[in-house]
């Protein structure tokens, strides 16, 4: 990189308040230069390098000047955000934005100020009493089904949803964190580390709680005792791996916890509720996307699921996914490497309360040597935490972004790459017939059913595409009778398309193409991909898709019951300018006859955007 130090220490002296989107050469594009354009170039970084991810330059373009100074402070760009002081944040962002950084609106949103307050803080229900969508599949079990009687909503009513009202996420590209309702409340979360209680009739705010970083998990809510006090708490987990419960009626903090001490740990699966214990994975993204640079340590990150008392905070038992990691070569640049690494837990795990077990699939090492419970699912005791037993679906793949298929002589990275394929769906527990299966599909475009008698042995697979590195497959959704798989398949020549399955056998039962894409032509930010976490009501299946479409399909034929487009700008209840964008990840969420969606999944590969969406019937 070129050295600026002069002009860097002009900026400091500065401060900021150049126009927006100037031209090369002046202080703002020696900022850029510096310290982002090696990653952020006009043409996208070629596929299977460090910075495959990294949005152009034109992609940067569809950012809010706020979006990408949360970037910097609290979200992806953390590390990089560290070398700049605030002036310099603001004045690369307007620059690669070319759009002003509104200051008042940054800081309002950074100093809580709650705007429409609903006027009456009306107790939450007790837990149990009235409808619920609790965590991200809806229940311990995973199964991301809503019955009837909490739905309200069946598939005849679905051609009459309207959009009720819209929430915007300050200062954020992505609306990533699936909504919960529960107790009469819808608690949702955001990238800018903003956790928010809502109506959920009207969205107007109960309260606000801002986290050390960005939440990206699913909510749960259930009671807790502790020192003298009880109520209802909400539990959630950050992008440094902190656990939080907080008051759900007041948002005031209970507890929180570090559940992970390695700089890269972050916490994207929801947080699982189950008899006053939580269980959580940690993921290590930010080590899998260093690891083939020469002069960085590579690996050292270890997934892990935990347990974590409800109560208190305090961690009861934390399980490994690999073993602990060891001097390997030294790198050509003279740095040591470690190994193994990696096993990342994406997912909300899943409880099996019969067995008294604790399910959650695991990723892809992110060095050698092999591990033995990598890109598979891990079965461990609710109490002790002890493994039970694990079943490794695709051995050995040892994958880091930027390494190459062999690798002889280069120990950063794995001496054979690996495809990719890892886990980023719960494996849910679903009862069919007389009997139970572990189901969960896998980014090859695989669905297993698993045998939770026989140490996970398979019963069926089913195969629904190409499989794709790139992208994720966030998990089916189950009714009973039938698997409901989306495909994403990103880097495949045909992503998308929607897939049902019998249940207990895994026989094909419908399968939907792609859909004509709402956001125009293939191409970065904008694709036909499925792979967001679908949810199953009686009759139908909804998913949020990559192209910016919310479609419900029919349960039984597949036909499309249902189509909105979120790709617009929102007027919102709490004055956020908002719009929508991609979907990805988290799926729509029914309860008492409504539908929650987040919308916006800004990055290479969606379309950013930043919206809430609440529909209902007339
Ligand atoms: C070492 C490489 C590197 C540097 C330097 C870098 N970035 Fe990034 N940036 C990335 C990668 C890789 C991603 C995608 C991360 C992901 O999606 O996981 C990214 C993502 C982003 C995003 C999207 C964040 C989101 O929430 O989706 C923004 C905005 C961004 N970078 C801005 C910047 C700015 C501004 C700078 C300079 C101050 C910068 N980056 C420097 C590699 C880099």
Not at 169 to 191: D, I, K
Not at 383 to 391: C, D, L, M
Not at 544 to 559: E, F, K, N, Q, V
Not at 587 to 596: E, I, K, L, N, T
Request: charged fraction near 15%; glycine fraction near 14%; aromatic fraction near 8%.
């Amino acid at each position: 990189m070129k050295v600026v130090s002069m002009l860097v220490a002009s900026l400091l002296l500065g401060g900021f308040g150049v126009s927006a989107g100037a031209a090369q050469g002046t202080e703002e594009d020696a900022v850029f230069q510096t310290y982002c354009a090696a990653c952020h170039g006009a043409a996208p970084a070629a596929a299977g390098t460090p910075n495959e991810r990294a949005p152009t330059r034109d992609l940067l373009k569809g950012f809010t000047a706020e979006a990408v100074v949360n970037a910097l402070v609290n979200g992806k760009m953390q590390a990089q955000g560290t070398l700049l002081n605030d002036a310099q944040k603001r004045l690369v962002a307007e620059y690669v934005t070319g759009k002003r950084f509104d200051a008042a609106a940054f800081a309002a949103s950074n100093t809580l100020q709650v705007i429409n307050r609903c006027s009456v803080d009306t107790p939450m229900r007790a837990m149990g009493r009235g409808a619920s969508w609790n965590g991200f599949g809806n229940g311990a079990a995973g199964t991301r089904f809503q019955p009837a009687t909490a739905g309200k909503l069946s598939a005849a009513d679905l051609p009459r949803l309207k959009l009720k009202w819209a929430f915007g996420y300050a200062n954020v590209s992505s609306a990533r964190a699936q909504p919960t309702y529960a107790g009469g409340r819808l608690f949702v979360a955001s990238e800018n580390g903003e956790v928010h209680a809502l109506d959920p009739r009207t969205g107007c705010t109960y309260w606000t709680f801002k986290a050390a970083a960005g939440v990206r998990t699913a909510p749960s809510v259930g009671p807790y005792k502790a020192g003298g006090k009880s109520g209802q708490a909400v539990y959630f987990g950050d992008g440094r791996a902190n656990l939080y419960a907080v008051d759900a009626q007041r948002g005031t903090l209970l507890w929180t916890r570090k559940v992970d001490e390695h700089p890269s740990a972050a916490i994207t699966g929801a947080p699982v509720l189950h008899d006053g214990r939580l269980f959580v994975g940690v993921q290590g993204l930010n080590e899998e996307g260093r690891g083939s640079r020469d002069n960085y340590p590579c690996c050292s990150f270890r997934g892990s699921l935990n347990a974590v008392d409800a109560n208190t905070g305090t961690v009861l038992w934390k399980t490994w996914t690999i073993d602990e990691p060891k001097p390997r070569a030294v790198s050509k640049a003279g740095v040591q490497m470690f190994g193994p690494a990696g096993g990342s837990i994406w997912s909300a795990p899943s409880v099996d309360a019969k067995r008294h077990l604790v399910y959650a699939a695991t990723g892809n090492a992110y060095a050698d040597p092999p591990q033995q419970m990598t890109n598979g699912v891990i079965a461990v005791d609710e109490r002790s935490g002890r493994i039970v037993w694990h079943h490794q679906l695709l051995p050995a793949d040892q994958w880091a972004m930027g390494c190459e298929a062999k690798n002889p002589d280069n120990p950063a990275c794995p001496e054979t790459l690996g495809p990719d394929m890892d886990f980023s769906a719960t494996p849910a527990v679903v009862h069919v017939g007389k009997r139970d299966l572990i189901v969960l599909p896998q980014k090859s475009a695989i669905a297993y059913a698993l045998d939770p008698d026989n140490k996970g042995a398979i019963v069926w697979t089913h195969k629904f595409g190409e499989g794709s590195g790139l992208g994720g497959q966030w998990g089916g959704a189950y009714d009973g009778t039938r698997a409901y798989f989306g495909l994403a398949d990103f880097l495949a020549p045909k992503p998308g398309g929607m897939n049902a399955v019998n249940l207990a056998d895994g026989k094909p039962l419908w399968h939907v193409g792609p859909q004509p894409m709402l956001c125009g032509e293939k191409r970065p930010g904008c694709g036909p991909g499925q792979g967001g976490a679908l949810t199953a009501i009686p009759g139908a299946v909804l998913n949020s898709a990559l192209d910016g479409g919310i479609r419900a399909y029919s349960a039984t034929d597949g036909s499309i019951l249902w189509l909105y487009n979120t790709l617009q700008d929102y007027v919102t209840v709490n004055g956020v300018k908002a719009k929508g964008g991609s979907m990805d990840g988290n799926g729509p969420v029914v309860a008492d006859g409504m539908v929650f969606v987040n919308s916006g999944y800004g990055g290479l590969i969606g379309t950013p955007g930043n919206v809430l969406l609440a529909f209902g019937l007339e």
